[in-house]
Nanobody, 122 residues
């Protein structure tokens, strides 16, 4: 059974930091891509970042570039999203998802986690 489990969300003040984790099991982690998406209330889900676990290539949305860092620990089948300088507009439910290759399109992802809430207060 494929599972993606996110953790690390919470409430933080603007300017603060959080680190999200995505623990994966049940598929070939080292030859895949893990993306982070987020959905704020009343808004469409948007891609935030993605990492290729095979070659380490990383991708970021313009809105988070320079503030968020994605990384992978292949020994632990876990991807991290370090979020610094958080802003109220970063408030959303964050989901990780698994695919063959990084993509900004949700349909390209086969597996999804249940999500973790990130709330940034002003």
């Amino acid at each position: 059974e494929v599972q993606l489990v996110e953790s690390g969300g919470g409430l933080v003040q603007a300017g603060g930091s959080l680190r999200l984790s995505c623990a994966a099991s049940g598929f070939t982690f080292v030859d895949s891509a893990i993306g982070w998406f987020r959905q704020a209330p009343g808004k469409e889900r948007e891609g935030v970042s993605c990492i290729s676990t095979s070659n380490g290539s990383t991708y970021y949305a313009d809105s988070v570039k320079g503030r968020f860092t994605i990384s992978s620990d292949n020994a632990k089948n876990t991807v991290y999203l370090q979020m610094n300088s958080l802003k109220p507009e970063d408030t959303a439910v964050y989901h990780c998802a698994g695919a063959a290759l990084c993509s900004w399109y949700e349909d390209e992802y086969d597996y999804w986690g249940q999500g973790t809430q990130v709330t940034v207060s002003s």
